[in-house]
Structure formats: structure tokens, C-alpha cells
């Protein structure tokens, strides 16, 4: 069964400051996702990470995939208070469907 | 586009009481899943189809049916509500061709009292 854990669970930071999210998952998958959640909203759609060594980057987000090591990182630089939000990784079971397990996610938030 | 569209957004039942959530995608995508998402907590798999006429358990199944009788519509059936199943519902959908990220409704919060 695969388990997908991130930590921190909750990060405060100073806005101006860096920090990184990290996700480990426990079985083989070369797909991981990052989405964003705001308050009583859906989710966002961040970054899709297609395999191993990929690397993207939005504004003061960045994310990195290692495979090998089973771990997604979401680095943010610089944070800004609109950052504050609830980011999630999701990897991708192989098989039928493609389903998706979610982390339990890390709450941000940015203080000023 | 419409994209995801779910319906309704709020509700509350009592317990023993039966639902059907909607929802609804105009994108043409053959992957349809259904989430729970508990407070503070990530997204659990209830159910999900692969195209119509196919559907399948996810991992938090007990309590609730699905049908998919057509691409479009893909609705969650609670029967005899439990306190249990207080929680918010999202419905997704995914192009299998491209088989990249999931499109999100804007999700059903739900409460059993």
C-alpha cells in the first residue's frame, strides 16, 4: 500500500525568509503532484513531476522530484504572506486509473 | 469550460437519512474519482471510474455507491447517513490520454448531525 507522508505538518515563517517542504513516499512511482488548497476552497494545481530529476518552477515556488529516494521537495524562497495556504503532494499508484494518494499536507503560513 | 462542477455545496443531514451528491465534467475525460477530505486532513479515495460503466472502490468505500452511467455525470450515493461521513467531498476528473494532473471541483461540504 503506499504511503505518502510530508512534513512539517504546519510551518510559520517570516515573510523574506526560505524554507522547504518535503514529501516521501513508500512505493516505486515516477509521478508526483503538488497542489495548493486556500481556506474552504478546492484544490490548485501547482506542479506535475514526470519523472525522475524534474525540476519546475513558478514565481517563488520550486519543486524537484527524486525517485530513487522516493522524495519531492517544494522549495519556496523569499515567502510572501499570499503564499499562506495548505500545500499537498499526491503521488501516482501505478495500475488501473492512475489513482492518486495525498499527503496529509503542510500548512503555511506567512507572517509578516 | 465549466470543468468540474458539483452540486450542491452545502448540506446537512440527519442520521439515516440518503444523498446523492453530483457532479458533473463537460471536459470529456474518461478518469472520474471521488475524494473525501476530513479537517485537517488530506484527500482519501472513495471511489473512481475509468469510463462509463466502469467503476471501482478506492480506499474509504463503505457507506457510499457511485454509478457512471454516462462520461459526463459520475454522482456519490451516501445511503443511511452516519456522523462518520461529516466531511468535504471533492469530485476530480483526468484526461487518460495525457494522464497529467487531476481537475478539482470546488468540492461539497457535507454534515451529518
Known amino acids: 500500500e503506499l504511503k505518502v507522508e510530508q512534513n512539517p505538518l504546519f510551518l510559520s515563517m517570516q515573510e523574506g525568509k526560505n524554507y522547504t517542504i518535503y514529501c516521501n513516499y513508500s512505493?516505486?512511482?515516477?509521478?508526483l503532484y503538488w497542489y495548493r488548497q486556500d481556506p474552504g476552497k478546492s484544490l490548485e494545481s501547482l506542479f506535475v513531476l514526470l519523472s525522475n530529476g524534474a525540476v519546475k518552477q513558478e514565481g517563488r515556488l520550486m519543486a524537484s522530484l527524486d525517485t530513487k529516494a522516493r522524495l519531492s521537495t517544494l522549495h519556496i524562497t523569499a515567502a510572501v504572506h499570499d503564499l499562506s495556504a495548505t500545500y499537498f503532494c499526491?503521488?501516482?499508484?501505478?495500475?488501473?486509473?492512475?489513482?492518486?494518494?495525498f499527503g496529509t499536507g503542510t500548512r503555511l503560513q506567512v507572517t509578516l | 469550460n465549466a470543468g468540474v462542477t458539483q452540486t450542491p455545496k452545502f448540506r446537512i443531514l440527519k442520521i439515516g437519512q440518503s444523498m446523492t451528491l453530483q457532479c458533473t465534467q463537460d471536459?470529456?475525460?474518461?478518469?472520474m474519482y471521488w475524494y473525501r477530505q476530513d479537517p485537517g486532513m488530506g484527500l482519501k479515495l472513495i471511489y473512481y471510474?475509468?469510463?462509463?460503466?466502469?467503476?471501482d472502490k478506492g480506499e474509504v468505500p463503505n457507506g457510499y455507491n457511485v454509478s457512471r452511467s454516462t462520461t459526463e455525470d459520475f454522482p456519490l450515493r451516501l445511503e443511511l447517513a452516519a456522523p462518520s461521513q461529516t466531511s468535504v467531498y471533492f469530485c476530480?476528473?483526468?484526461?487518460?490520454?495525457?494522464?497529467?494532473?487531476?481537475?478539482f471541483g470546488s468540492g461539497t461540504q457535507l454534515s451529518v448531525l
Open positions: 476530480a476528473s483526468r484526461d487518460d490520454a495525457t494522464n497529467e494532473k487531476l481537475f
Open positions: 471510474s475509468v469510463g462509463a460503466g466502469i467503476t
Open positions: 499526491a503521488v501516482e499508484n501505478t495500475g488501473t486509473a492512475s489513482k492518486l494518494t
Open positions: 471536459m470529456n475525460h474518461n478518469y
Open positions: 512505493t516505486t512511482s515516477d509521478r
